[in-house]
Structure formats: structure tokens, C-alpha cells
């Protein structure tokens, strides 16, 4: 199934599975929370000297992400974002943010692509690789946040 945005509204029998942008173009076959995230996107922005930065992208169409977090007493405490995309990739970063934030580093390391793509309704075949920039941004930022100094994953500054 694939998103396709047109001027005329769709037939009754697809008003469910409709959204309409601010400029009334109507965008069948994409969910309210997906909408939501992509005509108001949360956490945008980079972190600035941020405690872990992660970036994910694909030759296929050409999106990419990057993610900054800082952390407090070993949870994401911030978190920000900057895209370059379609829809889908702006709304799943969106999403992406919105899961990591207040986790505990391990708890965020498990978010996966499939948990993306469900807390934006679910995505169309050709969009599902977005959800995987966040799943990969995100892990690189963690991993980035333990790389920059002798962090351990459970928090503790390593003496050696």
C-alpha cells in the first residue's frame, strides 16, 4: 500500500484511514498518531554539548537522522533530533524521541524499529525503513555516550 496525497478527498469508504495536512491536501493510508508526529514533531532540534550523538541514514531514498540525548543519573533526560526526510522519516524521529526519553540507557537500547513503527500507527510497505533510522540513531547516540569516556553500559564510571 503506498501514500499518496491528492487534492480531491478519497472515497467515503477510506475516510477512516485518511488524514488531511494543514493545507487540506488530503494523505490516505496513514494513522492520526502518524499526522500528529509529522505535522508536529517533538524534540526537534540538536542538543547542544550534547552527552552522546548518533546518526543513521540510506542510499535508498537518501533520509537521514541524527540524534543527540544528554543523560542524568543514567536515563535519557533530553533528546533532540534533526531529519532529513519524508513524512514518515520526520514522524517515526518524531516517535523515536518521544519512546527514549526518561529510559534508562538499557531500557532505550531496545527500542526497536518495529516499536517505531507501531507508536505511528504503522507505516506503508516503501516507508518502513524509516523506523529503522531512529532504531539506529538511537543506539548510536548511546553507544557514542559510552564511547566518550570509560563508561560502563550499567552507568558507573570505570577507574581504569
Same mark, same amino acid.
Given at each position: ?5 491528492? +487534492?480531491? $478527498?478519497? $472515497? ?7 488524514? +488531511?495536512?494543514?493545507?487540506?491536501? *488530503?494523505? %490516505?493510508? *496513514?494513522? $492520526?498518531?502518524?499526522? %500528529? ?23 535508498? /531514498? ?5 540524534? +543527540? ?13 534533526? /531529519? #532529513?526526510? /519524508?513524512?514518515?522519516?520526520?514522524? +517515526? ?16 537500547? #531496545? ?8 507508536? *505511528?500507527?504503522?507505516? $506503508? %510497505?516503501?516507508? #518502513? ?32
Amino acid at each position: 500500500m503506498k501514500t499518496r496525497a491528492t +487534492t480531491t $478527498p478519497p $472515497p467515503a469508504a477510506d475516510m477512516e484511514t485518511a488524514g +488531511t495536512d494543514r493545507t487540506g491536501i *488530503v494523505m %490516505e493510508f *496513514v494513522s $492520526p498518531e502518524y499526522m %500528529e508526529h509529522f505535522l508536529s514533531p517533538r524534540n526537534v532540534g540538536l542538543l547542544e554539548d550534547a552527552d552522546g550523538t548518533g546518526m543513521s541514514g540510506t542510499s535508498e /531514498c537518501g533520509d537521514w537522522l541524527i540524534v +543527540t540525548i544528554r543523560v542524568t543519573a543514567g536515563r535519557i533526560s533530553e533528546i533532540g533530533f534533526q /531529519c #532529513r526526510g /519524508c513524512s514518515a522519516a520526520i514522524a +517515526t524521529s518524531s516517535a523515536t524521541t518521544e519512546l527514549a526519553k526518561g529510559l534508562t540507557l538499557e531500557e532505550a537500547s #531496545r527500542i526497536t524499529a518495529a516499536g517505531i513503527e507501531a507508536a *505511528v500507527g504503522g507505516l $506503508p %510497505e516503501d516507508k #518502513r525503513h524509516c523506523s529503522l533510522l531512529g532504531e539506529e540513531a538511537l543506539r548510536d547516540a548511546i553507544s557514542d555516550y559510552f564511547g566518550r569516556s570509560a563508561r560502563r553500559p550499567d552507568g558507573v564510571e570505570s577507574t581504569d
